[in-house]
Nanobody
Framework: EVQLVESGGGLVQPGGSLRLSCAAS????????MNWVRQAPGKELEWVSR????????NYAASVKGRFTISRDNAKNTMYLEMNSLKTEDTGVYYC????????RGRGTQVTVSS
C-alpha cells in the first residue's frame, strides 16, 4: 500500500524558512517522479514543484521559483522541500504525491506564514 507522510510544517513569520519532509513507503520510491502540491484556504490545489526519480531534474511553479528547493534521498525514501523567504501567500496545507497519481498524496502538513 502506497503511503506518503508529510511533516515539518508550522507557524513562521514572513521572510522565515521551513523544511518539509515526505516519507514514502509501500512502493519503489526511487523509480517515481514526485510532486509537492499545496492548498491555500478556500482555494484549489496548486502544483508547487516536481523532481525526477533520480533527482537530476527539478521544476518549480513561478510563484516559488528562487525561494523553494526540492530534493530527495532515495536511500531514505524521503523527499524534501526547503522553503525560504516565505510569504503570507505561501500559507496552506502542503502535500507530496507521486506524479500522475494525485490520489497518492498523504494527509499533508500545515504551513502558516503570519506575523
Amino acid at each position: 500500500e502506497v503511503q506518503l507522510v508529510e511533516s515539518g510544517g508550522g507557524l513562521v513569520q514572513p521572510g522565515g524558512s521551513l523544511r518539509l519532509s515526505c516519507a514514502a513507503s509501500g512502493f519503489t520510491f526511487r523509480s517515481y517522479d514526485m510532486n509537492w502540491v499545496r492548498q491555500a484556504p478556500g482555494k484549489e490545489l496548486e502544483w508547487v514543484s516536481r523532481i525526477s526519480s533520480g533527482g537530476n531534474f527539478r521544476n518549480y511553479a513561478a510563484s516559488v521559483k528562487g525561494r523553494f528547493t526540492i530534493s530527495r534521498d532515495n536511500a531514505k525514501n524521503t523527499m524534501y522541500l526547503e522553503m525560504n523567504s516565505l510569504k503570507t501567500e505561501d500559507t496552506g496545507v502542503y502535500y507530496c504525491a507521486i506524479v500522475g497519481d494525485p490520489q497518492s498524496r498523504g494527509r499533508g502538513t500545515q504551513v502558516t506564514v503570519s506575523s
